[in-house]
Structure formats: C-alpha cells, structure tokens
C-alpha cells in the first residue's frame, strides 16, 4: 500500500512539474545574453528530475544486488 502511494505521489509531483514547465514565458531575445551571441541549447526543466531518479535507481539496484 505504501509503495501504492509513493508511486501516485511521485506521478503527481511530475504532473504539476509538466505544468510549470508550459508556463514559463519566452527566453529573451540573444542580444541580451551575455557576450551577445547566440543562447545555444536549451536544457529543460525536467533534467534534474532525471538525473535524481537515475541516482536513485543506481542506489535501488546495489542495494538490491546485497541482498
């Protein structure tokens, strides 16, 4: 029941992350970067997210593989 509810949170969590990452206005124009040129790739929002659960899952399977 526990993990039931850690998934669904986790789902929500992502789900209200979606929502931010669609309401962020527009990047400025390149001119105002710094140095002028041009921004160069974006990285999104959700970037961290994946490299924290990547962490975790990495911790997950040795831990795993111990017992």
Known sequence: MK????ILMLGFC?????FKAF????????TSWPGGGEPGL?????LPYLIISGVFYGIYELRKKRD
């Open 3 to 6: 993990s039931k509810f850690n």
């Open 14 to 18: 992502f789900m209200l992350n979606s």
């Open 23 to 30: 309401a962020i206005s527009d990047p400025p124009t390149p």
């Open 42 to 46: 974006p990285i999104g929002g959700l």
